[in-house]
């Protein structure tokens, strides 16, 4: 079932639900980006997905490999979006990424993300 959570989970991130992600997330959530910040808490983390998604309207995540340990899991693969749907051939990328989840009482209650930001950092920077 905890498989089943983290799958669902990845799902409406692809779909940009956040409704859905939130009645998944623990109301203790921690997401831990990659520079290592932290967001803690269900509805602070629900306006952040809203906050990303209007960043990257075409956010996806592509998950290659799943590794599962009890009740974490690491999902490897590719991020990739397009900063405000602006000219995706300048202000597209897709990179190489890695997720740690952690499944407690049929929640996600960690959700971690390895990517390098450089690139989707430098463009948003240039189109600031």
């Known amino acids: 079932m905890s498989k089943q959570i983290v799958l669902d989970f990845v799902k409406y991130i692809n779909e940009h639900n ?12 921690t997401f831990i980006d990659a520079h290592n910040n932290s967001i803690i808490g269900k509805n602070n983390m629900k306006d952040g997905w809203i906050s990303y998604f209007e960043w990257f309207p075409d956010y996806r995540i592509e998950i290659d490999e799943f590794y599962e340990s009890e009740n974490t899991f690491i999902m490897l693969g590719f991020a990739s979006a397009t900063y405000k749907g602006m000219n ?20 996600v209650k960690l959700w971690q993300v390895y990517c390098d930001t450089k690139i989707p950092f430098d463009i948003m920077e240039k189109n600031s």
């Open 18 to 29: 956040v409704e859905k992600l939130s009645e998944l997330m623990s109301d203790d959530h």
């Open 88 to 107: 995706p051939v300048a202000n597209h990328w897709r990179l190489p990424a890695a997720w740690k989840a952690t499944i407690e009482n049929n929640k």
